[in-house]
């Protein structure tokens, strides 16, 4: 691709990133460009100069060389939750910011000659319909991935291990979650930075992610799906031998304190594992309606009275950024210019390590 549509398609993203329209970005220029070069610039027609480029970069939050960068990332179908909800301008901002993100990510990889190769061991799996099908999915895939029947601890760094790739988007409240394959070949999932204070819910969201992204459904409908998808997650986080050993295999009720020490322990809600235990015949329908009334009146339905403690991060890219600055494979510069900071910032947050 040659530079003029290079930099054409770069800054008709970070424009849409930012949520600005062409008048919207020369207003926060306060005018220094006009809505007309602006337009001459996203069509490709003209190449700005360094200092109207640096204009741009701090506009649009980006770095200089940002405009540049040719690392292809293309975007497969992407499937959002509450996507009806959500306006399509909000929809473009969460998708720029996620090639912006993978952008960087897969630039610094092509450097480090790394290979994105991720083994779905569900790709034969037959075609899902029903809880029973979820259930046995999520069983082969944790045995497939040795985890056992025990807690998962952080499921960020598992996801990221097994080559696929979680963004975390700083994006409007309705966004959950949304997944798709970059370049067709690259499975990403990406969760709502501003529900990081729930743990348990980004793992939840991200497992539910995962089952859209792994999962082939039959002849189902969307709300059905969805439940589906639920129940992968659910399944994913406590295998059904795990959550009968924990409380039994049949119950007529369940305490609020067995409840929170099961959240602690596996990282689930309190919410998620009453709905794990009606799948799994534990209780039946009609407590489970109980339980959920008793939240809505207590008001837990949104902040539960005992929270997970775990930590849901992962420091791949950061481990092979400064691996790639300490080899010599990438000049400080550039380091800065992919964690997306000048490079000023990134000497003082970096200064004692370098």
């Known amino acids: ?141 944790r045995e497939k991935w040795g985890l056992g029947n025990g807690p998962i601890f952080n499921i960020v760094e598992l996801l990221e291990d097994k080559n696929i790739k979680v963004v975390k988007l700083d994006v409007d409240e309705d966004f959950d979650g949304l997944q798709t394959f970059v370049n067709e070949t690259i499975p990403v999932v990406a969760y709502n930075l501003k529900k990081a204070n729930k743990p348990d819910r980004i793992r939840f969201s991200l497992l539910h992610e995962l089952a859209h992204l792994l999962l082939k459904f039959g002849n189902v409908t969307e709300k059905q799906k969805e439940t589906l998808c639920h129940q992968f997650a659910g399944a994913m986080l406590l295998p059904e031998e795990t959550i009968k050993a924990e409380i039994g295999e049949h119950r007529n009720k369940l305490s609020t304190l067995e409840l929170a020490n099961i959240k602690k322990q596996y990282g689930v809600s309190m919410q998620a594992i009453v709905m794990r235990a009606k799948d799994c015949g534990i209780i039946n329908e009609h407590y489970t309606k109980q339980f959920f009334f008793l939240i809505k009146q207590l008001g837990w339905k949104v902040d539960e009275p005992y929270d997970y403690m775990g930590v849901e991060e992962s420091n791949r890219f950061e481990q092979l950024l400064f691996r790639a600055l300490i080899e010599d494979q990438i000049s400080m510069s550039k380091a800065a210019s992919l964690n997306n900071q000048s490079l000023a910032d990134f000497k003082k947050q970096h200064q004692m390590v370098f």
């Open 1 to 141: 691709m040659e530079i003029n549509a290079v930099f054409a398609e770069r800054f008709k993203s970070a424009r849409l990133m930012n949520g600005f329209s062409l008048q919207d970005l020369a207003d926060a220029l306060d005018g220094k460009l006009s809505r007309q070069a602006l337009h001459r610039y996203e069509k490709g027609e003209v190449i700005p100069d360094s200092e109207k480029i640096n204009l741009l970069s701090k506009a649009l939050k980006v770095s200089a060389d940002y405009f540049f960068r040719s690392t292809k990332v293309e975007l497969g179908e992407v499937e959002f939750r509450k996507l009806s909800k959500m306006p399509i301008k909000e929809a473009s901002i969460i998708k720029e910011k996620t090639k912006e993100y993978l952008s960087r990510y897969l630039e610094l990889e092509e450097i480090l000659g790394l290979a994105n190769k991720f083994e779905n061991h569900l790709k034969d799996f037959e075609v899902v319909t029903s809880f029973a099908q979820v259930n046995k999915a999520a069983k082969l895939l």
